[in-house]
């Protein structure tokens, strides 16, 4: 388990879980603002997962957050609705809310990675997120636009966190890039979330060891 230094955020990492929800995210009330809590499942890239874990560290953007679904429709993606896109090899399901300010299962955006239908709309599950509405928008945002992304993931060979069905494409990215870049992040992130609490005038703390987490 990870917990923010104010206490309000924690990531909880669950293999046991009930649900299929391996990786759940809480938010406790503060003020005004809701509390909230994101549920990903076992198979959710990693890349997909830490773009919002960053986006939860940083400053909230001060224009307005673009509609996600505007964000998978730049992306060629298959709009059915307002309220449901899918990617063109329909693997990909995007929904959002149907009531705002609840808690019920039905007002949560649910994103579900499945295997080809063969005349279904959607085939086996391969992993699922789930973020209720109380989700600040640029979280959700952010996990949308690394959903989006096409850009392939590198993945060690035979590496078990992938799916029979991805293909596979031999990389000429040496894994120490690989490395190098995933420090090169971490450092980034890092400052600019220091020099956003410098800017709030809160006290800059450096996280302990047993607080960082660090991804494969």
Avoid: N
Wanted: net charge neutral; proline share 10%; aromatic share 8%.
């Amino acid at each position: 388990m990870l917990r923010s230094p104010d206490h309000r955020y924690t990531m909880q990492f669950d293999p046991q879980s009930a649900t299929g929800a391996w990786w759940r995210l809480t938010a406790e009330p503060a003020g005004p603002e809701p509390g909230w809590y994101a549920e990903f499942c076992e198979l959710v890239p990693a890349e997909i997962l830490s773009r919002f874990t960053d986006a939860l560290v940083l400053p909230v953007p001060d224009e307005s957050p673009v509609d996600p679904f505007q964000i998978l429709g730049w992306e060629g993606w298959v709009i059915e609705s307002s309220s449901a896109a899918h990617s063109l090899d329909a693997m990909c399901h995007v929904r959002r809310p149907t009531e705002a300010g609840t808690w019920t299962w039905e007002a949560s955006w649910r994103v579900d990675i499945c295997s080809p239908g063969h005349g279904t709309p959607m085939g086996p599950s391969i992993w699922h997120a789930v973020l209720p509405d109380a989700v600040p928008a640029h979280l959700i945002g952010a996990f949308i636009t690394a959903l989006a992304d096409p850009e392939p993931l590198q993945r060690g060979m035979y590496e078990r966190l992938g799916h029979h069905s991805a293909v596979h494409v031999r990389s000429q990215v040496r894994p120490e890039q690989v490395v190098d870049d995933h420090a090169s992040r971490l450092r980034k992130i890092r400052a600019r979330a220091r020099l956003a609490r410098r800017q709030q005038g809160a006290p800059v703390t450096s996280p302990s060891p047993s607080r960082r987490a660090h991804r494969r």
